[in-house]
């Protein structure tokens, strides 16, 4: 499969692996059917100045009401308030990347991870946008990272398999990471079908594409059947037959 088929495969499913880190309780508007919580006060949440706060619910509102280009703008205004809020930078390269802004979602997700260098979603949302840039070195590096800070996020393991897969590399490492990440990311099936016809076990690409087909209501499931209905009359000794789902 080529790179520019990984990617439209991968699109809405990077899209919302691109994870937004949840604000401090005392900036998200409390559901009151939800019990309030008590505890102590975080110093960076103290430090958070009144006026970036509003911008943070302003943006927390505008998402809400699936306004992504206003929640952007709310979080931009927030940050040029105080940059050094991790989580609106964070959520703002979320934003970016839900805007296919990825060169900008990149830039945010470093600045939040050079903020706290043991939070793992900035780190694993770069991998994300490096991904859609096709920068896949770098995007490899960043999954790796996620990884070394958790180990068992499904993320930083999905988007690993699938750089891997896309750069033809590592392939029994790469079906060992999606093989982890198919409950969480359907779509992993998908790329164990494309590695091992690849690799020319048809029969397993077959499996993986029923097991796919199983879920309910398949987002591409008219293509997979037509994907599919191609290895079902590829003859065993062809080992070369690949997806072409545009």
Known sequence: MTARVFVLLLILTCKASAQTESLPSSLV????????????ISTRELLIPPKAVKELRRAQAAL????VHSSARHLEKALQIYPDCMEA???????????????KAVSEFRKASEI???????????????????????????????????????????????TL????????????????????????????????SRLGDLEEAKD???????????EKKQRVERWLERLVQTPATNHTTEPNIP
């Open 89 to 103: 930078h964070n959520n703002l390269g979320s934003r970016y990347v839900e805007l296919s802004e990825y060169e």
């Open 64 to 67: 809400a009401s699936r306004d």
């Open 116 to 162: 706290d260098p043991r939070a793992i979603q900035p780190v694993s949302n770069l991998s994300v946008a490096l991904f859609l840039l096709k920068r896949y070195a770098e995007a490899e590096a960043a999954a790796r990272r996620a990884i070394s800070l958790d180990p068992r996020n499904p993320t930083a393991r999905y988007m690993l398999g699938a």
């Open 208 to 218: 993986e594409l029923r097991e796919y087909l199983k879920a309910p209501e398949p």
């Open 29 to 40: 508007p409390i559901d009151p059917r939800t019990p309030k919580l008590t505890g102590t």
């Open 165 to 196: 897969a896309t750069e033809k590399r590592n392939p029994a490492e790469a079906m060992e990471l999606l093989r982890q990440t198919t409950n969480e990311y359907p779509d992993s099936r998908l790329l164990l079908a494309t590695v091992l």
